[in-house]
């Protein structure tokens, strides 16, 4: 169990959550009945979904955690595993979503997950990265965005030479150059290891970076999961020239799951605080990110820091595929529970049912221990 609450970069302990929402007494409320296919009961706390009844011997992933590499001596191994990715294990709200297959990324003994590891480091210091394929079944490699290295260290094996094969080990030296939010993946058969899931944040904090109230990372995605389904066996066929993108997920989760407070990725603030969301889209298509009740400034792109001349209030922020845009606002509304989703509104869809998709929200810690957030806690599965 992770020891913090919401997306990836969140300090809010588990037991600020707790008294937030009234020691969770609200989550347990009667008449509370989440949105199913069928407009049957809602997954109880007791109940066994779908996703947990599966045959499969591979294991989950887990929400992607952050690594302080400087405070390893500037070096991190990652490792590539097969394992299911379960973005929204629940009955409610058109799920279950499942991902069979991925190739998830972990680092150094930690758990694999979708999306892979937040490595994150400060301007000047150089990172050693060693891609541990030891134990792996195909080859790969790592390409890190945004910072300037050696070309040996470009992670593409058509113009390097360097690729890591099942058995081996190979280590990439990446410096951290180039301050800003970038992404790494691996670069082999980029077409189908980026749709299985192997890609990740790089974080490079500028010398004498000053973190905002609150501060997190959020990577988009589209996936076919058809190539998922075909690499677990089943009896379909992946065609990466006509995509058919049917899964969409914010840090590897489908809404409501994004909603989970240990599982996914809320946005959890308090009235005045300074809020800063890293978004990379990791996906194959635009994502327009829009925030409800909130203006935003655009102040960081691929690393670029804007000028504070352009900048400008907005709510939409269209990202590129591979693009990385940090958004900064202020958690100025009434507390309550606002919407963060992709405006392009098939995308925030699970299946047939809406909502769901690529969907999130930011939550005011003061609008935690009313009657709407236990029901979003049940759609989400939280048992507190």
């Keep these: 169990m992770r020891n913090y609450v919401g997306a990836p970069?969140?300090?809010?302990?588990?037991?600020?959550?707790?008294?937030?929402?009234?020691?969770?007494?609200?989550?347990?409320?009667?008449?509370?009945?989440?949105?199913?296919?069928?407009?049957?009961?809602?997954?109880?706390?007791?109940?066994?979904?779908v996703a947990q009844t599966s045959e499969s011997s591979l294991p989950y992933t887990s929400p992607p955690e952050v690594v302080q590499v400087d405070e390893q001596g500037g070096q991190v191994t990652l490792k590539s595993a097969p394992a299911r990715h379960a973005a929204h294990p629940l009955e409610t709200m058109?799920?279950?979503?499942?991902?069979?297959?991925?190739?998830?990324f972990s680092a150094d003994d930690g758990a694999p997950s979708v999306p892979g590891p937040i490595l994150r480091t400060t301007e000047g210091n150089d990172m050693e990265v060693t891609l541990d394929n030891t134990d792996g079944m195909r080859p790969h490699t790592v390409h890190f965005h945004g910072v300037q290295k050696a070309w040996e260290d470009d992670g593409v094996p058509t113009t390097t030479g360097i690729r890591v094969d099942p058995g081996e080990k190979h280590t990439y030296t990446i410096p951290a150059n180039v301050p800003g939010t970038?992404?790494?993946?691996?670069?082999?058969?980029?077409?189908?290891h980026i749709e299985m899931g192997m890609y990740g944040i790089l974080r490079v904090d500028p010398k004498g970076y000053e973190p905002a109230d609150r501060e997190y990372?959020?990577?988009?995605?589209?996936?076919?999961?058809?190539?998922?389904?075909?690499?677990?066996?089943?009896?379909?066929?992946?065609?990466?020239?006509?995509?058919?993108?049917?899964?969409?997920?914010?840090?590897?989760?489908?809404?409501?799951?994004?909603l989970h407070p240990e599982d996914g990725s809320p946005i959890i603030v308090e009235q005045g605080d300074t809020v800063r969301v890293h978004y990379v889209n990791a996906g194959y298509m635009s994502h327009p990110m829009h925030i409800h009740n909130h203006r935003f400034q655009l102040v960081e792109k691929d690393g670029g820091v804007i000028p504070e001349a352009a900048r400008h209030d907005m709510d939409v922020t269209n990202i590129a595929p591979a693009e990385r845009h940090t958004v900064e606002f202020t958690a100025d509304a009434q507390p309550?529970?606002?919407?963060?989703?992709?405006?392009?509104?098939?995308?925030?869809?699970?299946?047939?049912?809406?909502?769901?998709?690529?969907?999130?929200?930011?939550?005011?810690?003061e609008a935690m221990d009313t009657d709407i957030f236990a029901s979003l806690m049940e759609y989400a599965g939280y048992e507190g």
């Design 336 to 365: 309550g529970i606002y919407l963060m989703h992709c405006h392009k509104v098939n995308h925030v869809m699970n299946g047939n049912f809406y909502p769901g998709g690529m969907l999130s929200g930011v939550v005011y810690k």
């Design 182 to 192: 970038h992404l790494y993946h691996c670069h082999y058969q980029t077409h189908r």
């Design 9 to 49: 970069g969140s300090t809010v302990s588990r037991r600020e959550f707790l008294a937030a929402t009234g020691s969770v007494g609200a989550l347990g409320l009667a008449g509370c009945t989440a949105p199913t296919n069928g407009d049957s009961a809602a997954v109880g706390a007791d109940e066994t979904t």
């Design 217 to 258: 990372f959020m990577t988009v995605r589209d996936w076919d999961s058809r190539l998922p389904r075909q690499m677990a066996g089943e009896n379909v066929t992946y065609d990466p020239r006509n995509r058919k993108p049917d899964v969409f997920t914010v840090n590897g989760k489908s809404a409501p799951r994004t």
């Design 94 to 104: 058109g799920g279950p979503v499942e991902l069979p297959q991925v190739w998830a």
